[in-house]
């Protein structure tokens, strides 16, 4: 497998765009067909879910993201939604809970602009997304190398193999220094509550 072919399967361009968000307030089965209609691409099968009315319930339970009103997810609610779709892929949800807890007090006690953050994130995602491409270049270079080390006849298997272990170690890399960012967000808001 290409480098090429690999990026177009992962659907990397898959994410909800300002553009994409309505001026009007959306009752939950319109979130849900936002999000299953931005997201659906990128879903790995079709029995997977993108966004479920029980995951928002308990997203709202959780209080996750600071109360709807009068049973409407605003503009702000939403990207709060995408942000959490997001973070739920590595994180638990107490720690996304964690992440945005102090985002849903602002959000809530001031006026704070969530959109200017959100087109924050919107730029490192694309950021991101270029800087991923680089590092899978070279760990499939580098897999490509010492899988022709081994010099076997199932070259191309062990290849992979070696690819998917990189790419778990990296995943569980950068989980742990989110875990770890969570983990001090949530002592400084103790020592700051103190």
């Given amino acids: 497998m290409d480098i090429k072919t690999l990026m177009n399967d992962m659907k990397l361009n898959t994410r909800l765009d300002i553009n994409d968000i309505p001026d009007i307030d959306l009752y939950m089965d319109q979130v849900i067909q936002l999000f299953e209609k931005k997201f659906s691409p990128a ?4 029995e997977e879910k993108v966004l479920t009315k029980t995951m928002i319930n308990n997203y709202a339970k959780g209080k996750l993201f600071f109360p709807i009103k009068n049973k409407k997810y ?21 720690d996304v809970k964690q992440t945005l807890e102090n985002l849903n007090n602002k ?24 800087i991923f491409k680089g590092c899978i270049q070279k760990h499939m270079e580098e897999a490509h190398l010492q899988a022709a080390k081994l010099e076997d006849k199932d070259e191309t298997y062990l290849q992979r193999l070696l690819l998917v272990s990189t790419f ?27």
Wanted: aromatic letters at 10%; hydrophobic letters at 35%.
């Fill in 43 to 46: 879903k790995r099968n079709e």
């Fill in 74 to 94: 605003s503009r702000d609610h939403i990207m709060l939604i995408s942000m959490i779709y997001q973070m739920k892929g590595a994180l638990s949800i107490h």
């Fill in 107 to 130: 959000m809530m006690d001031e006026d704070f602009d969530l959109l200017s953050l959100y087109m924050s994130y919107l730029t490192l995602f694309d950021q991101n997304k270029d």
């Fill in 168 to 194: 778990t170690e990296m995943s569980n890399f950068y989980r742990k220094a989110a875990e770890n960012l969570v983990d001090n967000m949530a002592e400084e808001e103790t020592n700051r509550k103190q």
